[in-house]
């Protein structure tokens, strides 16, 4: 077999596409194949309608799959067609996407290995250039985003994430049901999360529950794009918020006290935001001293306790603990504690929800530690724009991959 049935036959180009003449350099492991198409007719990639090549384009070059360790490269001139509406346009190939310069095989090897490893490792399992394999998959998540069919989504969470110094933030909505990442907006701003609500308006009035932060005003963009949605305030985001009390008035009580004590304070910070059961044991001994001489704060320490045991009651339950425990906390004399009792207060209704609906935080940080680790994987992101398409790659749960047809 010479090599170019060779290639026709491993290459398996469906007609009119053919092999006209192949060139192999052994000392450069390099294998160059011409192909070329019989008269025919093609398909605009618009509006899919079959017209004849109405003229061609300049020859262009795409990398294939190796060939026995062999670098493979296919050229071709691709024809264009002339079509009513779409006007003169490249016509559809079944090898390449026109927006890549690699074939659609090597673009499913480039995504498996981006899957895989980080780009580097990817840059050198599949030899393609880092720069390239970045433009694969934006055009991966592209396609995927567009692929994605509109199926009802009953719950989604919306929350916060710092992706740089200097209080740059990302929105990340998540489906709850698939598990994965909905969207990633490039603002913690209810000015920017708004519109792309109300842009998919039509597609999220099936949501059920949107379990979110209470500090962030998204509450309100819930109630007015999707009126449907239960706005939920999980259980970690409200024990976050009695944390941060438990951690201002343990701040405040270390300062007042005399040198000596104060100094068996320091590094006792975390003692007290644990939760009780998952205090870790190289911390046990120290809490039990610094309890002992923080009397305010391990008073703050477990009111926050009793709220978690609250928040773990049913919903019949929780309602009359919850009054026990705002009047406990309202009456504790610790100013952040008030502060932050009267903030749930305010918020009892979606607290409320979260308990009936028995919305967890478990996805939110499941994700975020997945998020943590792309930007670790990565050695951090220096471009938003790339940042949000790498989440959605790993994270979105799309469908990727070109659809084979050779
Ligand atoms: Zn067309």
């Known amino acids: ?60 070059t795409w990398r294939h799959l190796d060939t026995c360790g062999y670098q493979t490269f296919l050229h071709a001139r691709l024809p264009r067609v002339k079509c009513a509406p779409d006007g003169k346009v490249t016509a559809w190939v079944p090898f390449a996407t026109p927006q890549t310069s690699v074939t659609e095989e090597m673009e499913c090897r480039c995504i498996m290995a981006m899957r895989e490893c980080t780009m580097q490792g990817a840059e050198s399992l599949a030899g393609v250039s880092v720069r390239k394999l970045e433009r694969i998959r934006s055009l991966a998540v592209e396609r995927g985003l567009g692929r994605r069919e509109e199926q009802p989504l009953p719950g989604i969470g919306i929350d916060q994430k710092q992706v740089f110094a200097r209080h740059k933030y990302f929105t990340v909505i998540c489906d709850r049901k698939a598990r994965s990442v909905y969207d990633v907006i490039d603002s913690r701003k209810t000015e920017a999360v708004s519109p792309r609500f109300e842009e998919n308006k039509a597609f999220l009035h099936d949501v059920e529950t949107a379990a979110m932060d209470m500090s962030a005003g998204h509450a309100s963009v819930i109630g007015g794009c999707l009126p449907n949605a239960a706005v939920c305030f999980d259980k970690f985001h409200v024990v976050q918020i009695m944390n941060k009390a438990v951690d201002a008035t343990r701040k405040e009580e270390q300062k007042s006290l005399p040198d000596a004590r104060r100094k068996l304070m320091f590094g006792s910070r975390y003692c007290f935001l644990y939760a009780r059961e998952s205090l870790p044991a190289k911390y046990r001994d120290k809490f039990d001293e610094v309890a002992a001489l923080a009397t305010r704060t391990s008073r703050a320490w477990a009111i926050k306790e009793a709220l978690r045991d609250a928040l773990s009651l049913a919903l019949p339950d929780f309602e009359p603990a919850f009054k026990k425990w705002h009047w406990w906390a309202t009456h504790s004399r610790l100013e952040a504690v008030r502060k932050a009792a009267k903030t749930l207060k305010s918020h009892l209704h979606g607290i409320m929800n979260a308990v009936e609906y028995g919305v967890t935080n478990a996805l939110a940080e499941g994700l975020n530690s997945k998020i943590e680790a792309i930007k670790r994987a990565a050695c951090g992101y220096r471009s938003k724009s790339r940042f949000r398409i790498a989440i959605l790659f790993h994270c979105g749960k799309l469908d990727l991959m070109p659809k084979l047809t050779t």
Do not use: T
């Open 1 to 60: 077999m010479d090599l170019v049935s060779f290639h026709q036959n491993v290459l398996r180009l469906p007609a009119p596409w053919y092999v006209e003449r192949v060139e192999c350099f052994a000392d450069a492991k390099r294998v160059d194949v011409w192909i070329k198409h019989r008269e025919s007719r093609f398909r605009c990639p618009e509006c899919m309608g079959e017209y004849a090549a109405h003229d061609h384009l300049p020859e262009r």
